[in-house]
């Protein structure tokens, strides 16, 4: 099913990357009929520029009611394809763009290594960074409307239990539907777009510089 009002949006955010000093490892699009959605997924290599993450992915979610329901407000999108489509034209739904963000962390660097320590050290130790860059990042985001969160993942050894994945997961949303044209569309995107980056090489600084492990 074709998107043409998300493609754009979607060679928008393309274009806008390739103005920027962003080392993009994975741009890629993606539709799933049977749920009528689709999205874009972008990978951003962060293993050269920071000591403890390894990359941040922003994935853009979208979908055939939103799409529709976008063309049937926009100026000069009469010969949408779906327009034709009464179940997905009468949906009421929300005009946004859902956004979430992912930085990955080196797990290896950032908890102590294996030793004589109490079962629990390596997360312990972990937990306090996290709680520290928490904060920062809370404090950061708070004229946002984001939810941000911790995903983590844990295993055993004989040394104890330790961390196999550190995410920082944010929830952003780009609010269109009160635009009326797709140029409009696109300059909103695009201003977006920038806060979202610079806020997410905050949080990227903010993460970095939190991680302290004790020497072994």
């Not at 990978?43 to 992915?57: A, C, E, Q, Y």
């Not at 779906?82 to 979430?100: H, S």
């Not at 860059?133 to 409307?145: C, H, I």
């Not at 994945?165 to 944010?170: D, E, G, Q, V």
């Amino acid at each position: 099913m074709p998107y043409p009002i998300f493609q754009s949006v979607v060679n928008k955010i393309n274009s806008s990357l390739h103005k920027r000093n962003i080392n993009v490892i994975k741009f890629k699009t993606w539709e799933e009929s049977k749920i009528f959605a689709a999205g874009l997924e972008i990978v951003i290599d962060l293993k050269d520029s920071t000591n403890h993450l390894t990359h941040l992915s922003i994935n853009f979610d979208w979908d055939s009611f939103r799409e529709a329901a976008l063309a049937t407000k926009l100026s000069g999108t009469d010969g949408h394809p779906m327009l034709k489509n009464k179940n997905l034209t009468e949906a009421n739904v929300n005009l946004a763009i859902d956004i979430e963000l992912v930085w990955h962390f080196d797990v290896e660097r950032c908890q102590p290594q294996p030793g004589d320590h109490d079962d629990n050290y390596r997360i312990q130790m972990a937990s306090e960074w996290m709680e520290r860059a928490s904060k920062r990042v809370n404090e950061l985001l708070l004229s946002d409307d984001i939810i941000t969160r911790w995903h983590i993942e844990i295993d055993g050894d004989e040394y104890g239990k330790y961390l196999t994945a550190i995410n920082l997961l944010s929830y952003f949303q780009f609010n269109i539907g009160n635009l009326e044209s797709l140029n409009e569309v696109h300059d909103y995107v695009a201003r977006k777009l920038t806060h979202l980056l610079y806020k997410a090489n905050r949080i990227i600084k903010i993460a970095d510089d939190s991680v302290v492990i004790p020497a072994a």
